[in-house]
């Protein structure tokens, strides 16, 4: 074993210490495992001396779920390999991957049908031949992050965009490999493990037992990635997936891809006000199931990325967009024939006079490269959100990003939207908001100009999440509940439901030292209960 595989935290791996949430946090230790035997090496490493382990992937989380509190930091960003692939008897696809291959890097691997597949099995490389000659697929998940890795996807059940179509990365996870804190190892299949009521037994390769009690907890059945996925009779394969990095450590993960519709076009479609885009939006959920995504767009994210535009280099190349619209709706749709695409399209068009929007004021991108625009648009606006987050922490370094990832039932969009609109003119804070409106899931992102705004913003974020809790809302829906939003599984499922999700995370974790301080409160000088 690499004596080095260890290392102190030095000035060289400052940047190890913080995600994209701006939270900045400590470490004495930091590791880059390239297989699972290092993985299981440094686990029993820190497990002799009781020392916090916080994973980490491409850093791209926004709940600082990779941000260590303190301890030892395990990045997989180098185990990044594809280490196989199956077809089944029906067709479908599966690749088996390490889990720091990010999203880019697979997309690209599928698109271009390119996999360094000479150490592979003789029935993968089979496989693989196959999947070659056969026409596209395509791994549906698509968080706004591509540099996001495959591990910390599963670990906070990301979706993206097109989850109003195809749904979150849980329905596509069809088997994990995992590594537990005691350095035992267990594979978890889909459909082989399943619970009776809410008890499930797991055996790992080592021979020992864990009795799994699951929190009595009813899940919400809208998009979630509150705290741990329970149901009666649940595939224990489910658990895992959300998890937030708290319960074991995914050293393998397999994922079915779908096969790529042959014709999909990216629609952006620009309104004069904001309730406009949103009867848009209604109009299109009730006619039509060809749509992959629906992404909504503020007036105020529109005019921060005007700003950033203004400035010239990264956001140079995107279209101008009239300073007289105030919201923007994306829809992107997945059919067989350019002819059902037209159709659709002038479906759209007539949803748009409907709503009484303009339809000359759209974007239609047919072709991979107009597409490509469209999506860069759709990253630009969270991403010019975070330079100004940045340079506001300059002056008050304690302002973090303040982003919602609540959702609701269908029939709370308004009730949210005019409740987000109430409180973000009352408080006077600036904001910009945007999201996946298709799953009634927008993310109001708070812009705190100074210490008192952001202690403001923090109080207005905690009485939505109450509000939206009551009506059977989630706290979040994609992000994960990290370390900034611990407090709200309480709002959310009550203090009896945290203290049964502490319990299940003891039998996976008895030492309490995966994930410290994501999901539940730790504060410097307080042990977790054994």
């Given at each position: 074993?690499?004596?080095?595989?260890?290392?102190?935290?030095?000035?060289?791996?400052?940047?190890?210490?913080?995600?994209?949430?701006?939270?900045?946090?400590?470490?004495?230790?930091?590791?880059?495992?390239?297989?699972?035997?290092?993985?299981?090496?440094?686990?029993?490493?820190?497990?002799?001396?009781?020392?916090?382990?916080?994973?980490?992937?491409?850093?791209?989380?926004?709940?600082?779920?990779?941000?260590?509190?303190?301890?030892?930091?395990?990045?997989?960003?180098?185990?990044?390999?594809?280490?196989?692939?199956?077809?089944?008897?029906?067709?479908?696809?599966?690749?088996?991957?390490?889990?720091?291959?990010?999203?880019?890097?697979?997309?690209?691997?599928?698109?271009?049908?390119?996999?360094?597949?000479?150490?592979?099995?003789?029935?993968?490389?089979?496989?693989?031949?196959?999947?070659?000659?056969?026409?596209?697929?395509?791994?549906?998940?698509?968080?706004?992050?591509?540099?996001?890795?495959?591990?910390?996807?599963?670990?906070?059940?990301?979706?993206?965009?097109?989850?109003?179509?195809?749904?979150?990365?849980?329905?596509?996870?069809?088997?994990?490999?995992?590594?537990?804190?005691?350095?035992?190892?267990?594979?978890?299949?889909?459909?082989?493990?399943?619970?009776?009521?809410?008890?499930?037994?797991?055996?790992?390769?080592?021979?020992?037992?864990?009795?799994?009690?699951?929190?009595?907890?009813?899940?919400?059945?809208?998009?979630?990635?509150?705290?741990?996925?329970?149901?009666?009779?649940?595939?224990?394969?489910?658990?895992?997936?959300?998890?937030?990095?708290?319960?074991?450590?995914?050293?393998?993960?397999?994922?079915?891809?779908?096969?790529?519709?042959?014709?999909?076009?990216?629609?952006?479609?620009?309104?004069?006000?904001?309730?406009?885009?949103?009867?848009f939006v209604k109009e299109i959920r009730r006619k039509?199931?060809?749509?992959?995504?629906?992404?909504?767009?503020?007036?105020?994210?529109?005019?921060?990325?005007?700003?950033?535009?203004?400035?010239?280099?990264?956001?140079?190349?995107?279209?101008?967009?009239?300073?007289?619209?105030?919201?923007?709706?994306?829809?992107?749709?997945?059919?067989?024939?350019?002819?059902?695409?037209?159709?659709?399209?002038?479906?759209?068009?007539?949803?748009?006079?409907?709503?009484?929007?303009?339809?000359?004021?759209?974007?239609?991108?047919?072709?991979?490269?107009?597409?490509?625009?469209?999506?860069?648009?759709?990253?630009?606006?969270?991403?010019?959100?975070?330079?100004?987050?940045?340079?506001?922490?300059?002056?008050?370094?304690?302002?973090?990003?303040?982003?919602?990832?609540?959702?609701?039932?269908?029939?709370?969009?308004?009730?949210?939207?005019?409740?987000?609109?109430?409180?973000?003119?009352?408080?006077?804070?600036?904001?910009?908001?945007?999201?996946?409106?298709?799953?009634?899931?927008?993310?109001?992102?708070?812009?705190?100009?100074?210490?008192?705004?952001?202690?403001?913003?923090?109080?207005?974020?905690?009485?939505?999440?109450?509000?939206?809790?009551?009506?059977?809302?989630?706290v979040s829906a994609e992000h994960g509940v990290g370390?900034?939003?611990?407090?709200?599984?309480?709002?959310?499922?009550?203090?009896?439901?945290?203290?049964?999700?502490?319990?299940?995370?003891?039998?996976?974790?008895?030492?309490?030292?995966?994930?410290?301080?994501?999901?539940?409160?730790?504060?410097?000088?307080?042990?977790?209960?054994?």
């Amino acid at each position: 074993m690499d004596k080095n595989l260890i290392r102190p935290m030095t000035e060289e791996y400052t940047e190890f210490l913080r995600d994209e949430s701006r939270m900045v946090g400590k470490a004495e230790s930091i590791s880059f495992p390239q297989c699972e035997r290092e993985m299981i090496h440094i686990v029993k490493k820190m497990a002799d001396r009781q020392m916090p382990i916080t994973l980490q992937g491409g850093r791209t989380g926004l709940a600082a779920g990779a941000v260590p509190l303190k301890g030892h930091i395990m990045n997989i960003s180098r185990m990044n390999k594809v280490v196989g692939m199956r077809k089944d008897d029906e067709g479908s696809y599966y690749l088996r991957l390490q889990p720091g291959i990010t999203l880019s890097q697979l997309r690209k691997k599928i698109e271009m049908k390119a996999f360094d597949h000479h150490d592979w099995m003789e029935d993968d490389k089979k496989a693989y031949i196959e999947f070659c000659d056969d026409p596209e697929h395509f791994f549906s998940p698509d968080p706004t992050e591509a540099s996001a890795t495959l591990g910390g996807m599963v670990a906070c059940n990301a979706s993206g965009a097109r989850s109003y179509r195809y749904g979150s990365i849980r329905h596509y996870v069809i088997s994990l490999r995992l590594v537990l804190t005691s350095g035992d190892t267990v594979e978890i299949k889909r459909g082989k493990i399943i619970a009776k009521g809410r008890e499930a037994e797991l055996i790992t390769e080592q021979g020992n037992l864990l009795k799994l009690k699951l929190p009595e907890y009813q899940s919400p059945n809208i998009k979630n990635a509150s705290g741990y996925y329970v149901a009666d009779d649940m595939d224990v394969i489910d658990l895992l997936i959300g998890s937030d990095g708290t319960l074991a450590i995914i050293s393998e993960i397999e994922v079915k891809l779908l096969k790529m519709p042959p014709v999909v076009w990216g629609i952006s479609c620009f309104f004069l006000q904001e309730a406009l885009a949103v009867n848009f939006v209604k109009e299109i959920r009730r006619k039509t199931d060809k749509v992959a995504s629906i992404e909504y767009f503020d007036g105020d994210a529109l005019e921060i990325l005007r700003v950033q535009k203004k400035k010239g280099l990264t956001f140079a190349s995107l279209p101008d967009i009239s300073p007289e619209m105030k919201a923007a709706v994306y829809v992107e749709i997945h059919v067989e024939t350019t002819q059902e695409a037209i159709g659709l399209l002038n479906l759209l068009k007539k949803k748009i006079k409907r709503a009484d929007g303009d339809p000359k004021h759209t974007w239609v991108a047919r072709v991979d490269v107009d597409r490509d625009r469209l999506l860069f648009f759709r990253h630009a606006i969270p991403e010019s959100v975070n330079m100004l987050i940045d340079e506001r922490k300059k002056d008050c370094p304690a302002i973090t990003k303040l982003g919602t990832d609540m959702a609701v039932p269908d029939e709370f969009l308004d009730w949210v939207i005019k409740g987000y609109r109430e409180k973000l003119k009352d408080s006077g804070i600036r904001s910009a908001v945007w999201g996946h409106i298709g799953d009634n899931h927008l993310h109001v992102n708070l812009l705190p100009r100074n210490e008192r705004e952001y202690e403001l913003g923090k109080e207005i974020y905690a009485e939505w999440a109450s509000e939206i809790s009551k009506v059977g809302g989630v706290v979040s829906a994609e992000h994960g509940v990290g370390k900034l939003k611990y407090q709200f599984l309480e709002t959310m499922y009550g203090s009896a439901a945290v203290e049964q999700m502490k319990s299940l995370k003891r039998t996976f974790d008895p030492l309490g030292i995966l994930g410290r301080g994501n999901l539940f409160s730790f504060t410097e000088g307080q042990e977790e209960k054994k």
